[in-house]
C-alpha cells in the first residue's frame, strides 16, 4: 500500500480565518513534506519533516505552520493566507529523510486545492 | 544555478505513435531522478526512481533511462489513457541537505 491521504479535498477560506490541513500516511515511513503546486506549474518544496522533526524550510512565509504531531500525521496550519496562497497543496512521504539519507521514492497524497478569497 | 529541464512542454501523438520525454539537469550531487505522471487536479503519481547513469526501468508502455546529464521517458505505441503531464524530479545536494528539484513538466495527449 503506497497511499497517502490528505483532508480536505477542497477548501475555501477567507483572510482572516485559520484553517488546518491534514495528511496521513500508514506506510512507515519517517519523512513527510509539504509541497505547493500553482495551475501548470511544478510542486514547489515548502518544508521537511524527518523523525517528526522539522528539517527543511524552504524560506515559508510564517502565515504557514507545519506541525508533526506523531510519524503518521502532517499538519499544515493556515492563518491570514493571501489570495495568491491559492494552489493545490501537495503532501508527500518517503521511506527515509530526503538530508542526509539515500535517494528515496516520495509518495505523494491526492492533493488539497485551496482558495483564498 | 541547479536546473531540470523538460522538453517538450506539450507533446501530441496519435494513439499507437511511439516518442520521448526529455528530462535534462545540471545539478551537482545527483542522488536520484524520479518520474511522476499527473494528471489535472491531482498529485502526482510514482511512476520510476533512477540512481545512476546507465539504469534502466520499465513499467507497461514506459521506459525511463538514465545518463549523467539527462533521463527520457519513452513511451511506446501510447493510448489515450496516457494522456497526463508528466514530471521528473532530481533529488540532488544542496546546503548540506538533499533536495528535490521539479522540471516544468511535459504536457502529453494522445489521441484516439
Known amino acids: 500500500d503506497t497511499e497517502v491521504t490528505q483532508t480536505p479535498k477542497h477548501l475555501v477560506m477567507g483572510m482572516t480565518n485559520k484553517k488546518s490541513l491534514k495528511c496521513e500516511q500508514h506506510?512507515?515511513?519517517?519523512?513527510m513534506y509539504w509541497y505547493k503546486q500553482k495551475a501548470k506549474k511544478p510542486p514547489e518544496l515548502m518544508f521537511v519533516?524527518?523523525?517528526?522533526?522539522?528539517?527543511i524550510n524552504e524560506s515559508v512565509p510564517s502565515r504557514f505552520s507545519p506541525e508533526c504531531p506523531n510519524s503518521s500525521l502532517l499538519n499544515l496550519h493556515l492563518h491570514a493566507l493571501q489570495p495568491e496562497d491559492s494552489a493545490l497543496y501537495l503532501c508527500a512521504s518517503s521511506q527515509v529523510a530526503v538530508a542526509g539519507g539515500n535517494a528515496e521514492t516520495q509518495y505523494f497524497g491526492p492533493g488539497t486545492r485551496l482558495l483564498v478569497l | 544555478e541547479d536546473q531540470v529541464t523538460q522538453s517538450p512542454e506539450a507533446l501530441r501523438l496519435q494513439e499507437g505513435e511511439s516518442s520521448s520525454l526529455n528530462c535534462s539537469y545540471t545539478?551537482?550531487?545527483?542522488?536520484?531522478l524520479f518520474w511522476y505522471r499527473q494528471d489535472p487536479g491531482k498529485g502526482p503519481e510514482f511512476l520510476f526512481t533512477?540512481?545512476?547513469a546507465g539504469e534502466e526501468k520499465e513499467k507497461e508502455r514506459l521506459k525511463a533511462t538514465l545518463t549523467k546529464k539527462e533521463s527520457f521517458l519513452h513511451i511506446t505505441a501510447p493510448k489515450p489513457e496516457d494522456s497526463a503531464t508528466y514530471l521528473c524530479a532530481v533529488l540532488h545536494a544542496s546546503g548540506g541537505s538533499y533536495i528535490p528539484t521539479f522540471g516544468r513538466g511535459t504536457s502529453l495527449i494522445v489521441h484516439p
Open positions: 519533516y524527518s523523525y517528526e522533526k522539522l528539517s
Open positions: 506506510m512507515g515511513h519517517r519523512a
Open positions: 533512477l540512481y545512476s
Open positions: 545539478v551537482s550531487g545527483l542522488r536520484g
